[in-house]
Nanobody
Framework: VQLQASGGGLVQPGGSLRLSCAAS????????VGWFRQAPGKEREFVAH????????VYEDSVKGRFTISRDRDKNTVYLQMENLKPEDAAVYYC?????????????????WGQGTLVTVSS
């Protein structure tokens, strides 16, 4: 499975972006998908994940109420809508396919990773 993350860019604080993660194979639609991010000098951290059917969505506390993860199984694409962005949200964002249909917060549980898309939040 190949993943293509896109949608990053430069945005002012308070602005919005929508990230997309397109998978090359339909089989990924039976797996949970997660978003992680990594800022310079920091470890990769969990952002959100969504179960195979979209019924379960889990968010890291700092993004709750601002970020929304969703998926379109017909398009093999998962989205991360980011609102009210803050400077501390700036990072390279990665999407990944989980080994199961449910998902988890642990990056080691994800088997396929995209190349990352850069989000910069600055005035």
């Amino acid at each position: 499975v190949q993943l293509q993350a896109s949608g990053g860019g430069l945005v002012q604080p308070g602005g919005s972006l929508r990230l997309s993660c397109a998978a090359s194979r339909r089989t990924s639609s039976n797996n949970a998908v997660g978003w992680f991010r990594q800022a310079p000098g920091k470890e990769r951290e969990f952002v959100a994940h969504i179960s195979w059917n979209g019924a379960t969505r889990v968010y890291e506390d700092s993004v709750k109420g601002r970020f929304t993860i969703s998926r379109d199984r017909d398009k093999n694409t998962v989205y991360l809508q980011m609102e009210n962005l803050k400077p501390e949200d700036a990072a390279v964002y990665y999407c990944a396919v989980h080994r199961s249909a449910v998902g988890s917060r642990m990056y080691k549980d994800y088997q396929y990773w995209g190349q990352g898309t850069l989000v910069t939040v600055s005035s």
